[in-house]
């Protein structure tokens, strides 16, 4: 799951399906607090919504508050529009766009599962590559995650669709632990991925999925690839 920063918009997606497969998943909507090397920078909004015609939308969006990232103006929206497949993720459509008084970012990316296709633009370049069985944006890991704890998975292994190719994500799980966020204190599962980054750093993220509210994502603490640390906490649960 990606942090600091996420992202997106989704208009004029193709219809899909009503008779879609139910999702284990509920829709939700959570605020958390966004911490860079443990100094508060921002706040992100993570809503999943059930569209009514067999789609769902996962978005986040995370605006800076106070430092740098207030003084740029810094907003990171992460858009995934869904459904659901053999009760997994099935993206359609994915957006993502940074913005800041320094610069802009974007990533828009459609799923043709007819052709077995990923058409994806980043910052004016195009790419175009062969999907895979059981494909899934950036965003929507944090959504397999949880739903594979929710089926007590051992194994959390991901095909991902990234700018130009498909990279294959795994997680290990490691000892459940109790944290404390603002919203309180959760008997959490603890998921660690641990990889060498295109800067040949070393990178390690971590997250916290409460089991008492659905295996939702309670913290989540990532490398940004450039020394610091990014951490998101729940501050609310609507």
């Known amino acids: 799951m990606r942090l600091l920063l996420l992202a997106l918009l989704l208009c004029c997606a193709p ?3 009503a008779a ?5 998943l509920k829709p939700f909507h959570a605020q958390y607090l966004t911490l860079r090397n443990g100094q508060e920078v921002g706040r992100t909004t993570l809503e999943l919504r059930d569209n009514g015609d067999g789609s769902w939308t996962l978005r986040s969006d995370t605006r800076g508050t106070s430092g740098l990232a207030r003084m740029a103006g810094v907003q990171v929206v992460e858009t995934s529009r869904l459904r659901w497949r053999d009760g997994r993720p099935q993206p359609l459509r994915y957006d993502y766009r940074q913005d800041s008084v320094l610069k802009t970012r974007t990533r828009h990316a459609d799923f043709d599962w007819a052709a077995q296709r990923v058409h994806v633009r980043e910052n004016g370049q195009d790419h175009d590559y062969a999907s895979v069985p059981g494909l899934i944006d950036r965003q929507s890991v944090t959504l397999a ?5 929710l089926r007590g998975a051992s194994r959390f292994e ?4 990234v700018a130009d190719q498909v990279e294959h994500m795994s997680y290990v799980r490691a000892a459940d632990a109790v944290v404390t966020v603002p919203a309180g204190s959760f008997h959490s599962a603890v998921l660690v991925r641990d990889r060498i980054g295109r800067n040949h750093r070393r990178r390690v993220s971590r997250s916290w999925f409460a089991a008492q509210l659905g295996y939702l994502p309670v913290q989540i603490e ?4 450039k020394g610091d640390i990014v951490t998101l906490r729940l501050l609310q649960l609507d």
């Open 222 to 225: 990532q490398d940004d690839g």
């Open 15 to 17: 219809p899909v399906s």
């Open 145 to 149: 995650l949880a739903l594979d704890l």
């Open 158 to 161: 991901y095909a991902v669709a």
């Open 20 to 24: 879609a497969d139910a999702p284990a």
